[in-house]
């Protein structure tokens, strides 16, 4: 068996990776680590858990963790992460990290959206973890940056485009509507119940973090520069992200064209669902899975295509991705434990 360590499991993505992890016929669950729940049984912090994990939660201790992990999830936020991950790399432990530390592959870009960063000599070997466009270099990886939640859903609408050179990549506009989960557990004005429940409001316009892990990703599917305009938004909803991405045809292409183009892209991709006809992507029908649904409409009245993409952001976006990494990494089959039917209603 699989011996894994959850780092950082006391937050939203780290009851996720459990909720996965422990029914995956492959791995141990084997640490738990939670600066702040430190001894207590982590169906206690989760009651959803209960039945199904009983370990402990333990401080982080690279050395005492990498001496039972073979795998570890670094579930910490940006600057937290960077910290920890070089010592579980030396110690021989493959890394999954879902922060933001990694993903990056420009020293001064980070440090312009972020802080300055103490191991940027491992940005070229840390691999962008979305296995539908870099399955290969991940499966020979020991560290993988998972995508964040907005880039996932944009990269795999905007990617069959961009490589067939079918949009013009000075026009992209994405609109991205996140539930309040994408916030994370701590507590935050915004995130309140009275703040959220019945309001739809946008967010860091102009200046949110995923801007230069979206451009960076679609500028290499392009082999061009891309400056995209992106505003993510807050839904009063626990989980789901849908994006709806604009873009100038380069050619004259009709939906039925387009989709077919899509369903070829991701034909062999067991987690991209492509939707028939006029049916679009809704999160009602993703919640709780790794799927993206991504459907389409060609607009003849003004030449541009818009591509509309759901994922649930603590899955596909965050968890579930690096499950499907993981089992890529260590020679599973991309789909072991992640086999979940959507929840409806």
Not at 193 to 202: D, I, L, M, Q, Y
Not at 291 to 317: E, M, Q, W, Y
Request: proline share 6%; glycine share 8%; hydrophobic share 40%.
């Amino acid at each position: 068996m699989l011996k894994v360590a959850i780092v950082g499991a006391s937050g939203y993505t780290g009851a996720e990776l459990l909720r996965i992890l422990v029914g995956h016929p492959e791995v141990e669950i084997c640490c738990v680590t939670s600066r702040q729940h430190e001894g207590l049984p982590i169906h206690q912090v989760f009651p959803s858990l209960s039945g199904f994990c009983d370990l402990l939660c333990e401080p982080l201790d690279v050395a005492a963790i990498a001496a039972r992990a073979d795998v570890v999830f670094t579930a910490l936020p940006h600057k937290s992460a960077m910290e920890v991950v070089p010592g579980f790399l030396d110690a021989g432990c493959k890394v999954i990290d879902l922060s933001a530390d990694y993903r990056l592959k420009d020293q001064d870009v980070y440090q312009q959206w972020y802080q300055p960063h103490t191991s940027p000599e491992l940005f070229a070997e840390a691999v962008y973890g979305l296995p539908e466009l870099y399955a290969e270099q991940i499966r020979s990886a020991r560290l993988i940056a998972n995508p964040g939640c907005y880039p996932t859903s944009v990269i795999l609408a905007l990617a069959p485009l961009l490589e067939e050179q079918l949009i013009d990549p000075k026009t992209l506009i994405v609109d991205s509507k996140s539930g309040v989960s994408g916030a994370g557990r701590g507590v935050k004005l915004g995130s309140l119940f009275c703040e959220s429940n019945e309001g739809f409001k946008a967010y860091g316009i102009a200046s949110h973090r995923h801007t230069p892990e979206i451009e960076q990703e679609l500028a290499s599917l392009a082999a061009t520069d891309i400056r995209l305009s992106f505003t993510p938004h807050l839904l009063p909803v626990n989980r789901g992200i849908l994006s709806t991405c604009y873009a100038d045809l380069l050619e004259t292409k009709s939906s039925d064209e387009l989709l077919d183009l899509y369903r070829q892209r991701y034909a062999d991709e067991q987690f991209v669902r492509v939707m028939p006809g006029e049916q679009l992507p809704n999160i009602a029908y993703i919640r709780g899975t790794n799927f993206c649904d991504i459907g389409l409409v060609s607009d003849p009245h003004t030449g541009r295509v818009i591509v509309i993409s759901a994922i649930d952001n603590l899955v596909k976006g965050a968890a579930g991705q690096a499950v499907q990494n993981m089992n890529i990494m260590c020679g599973f089959k991309d789909a072991i434990g992640l086999g979940i039917v959507p929840m409806f209603p």
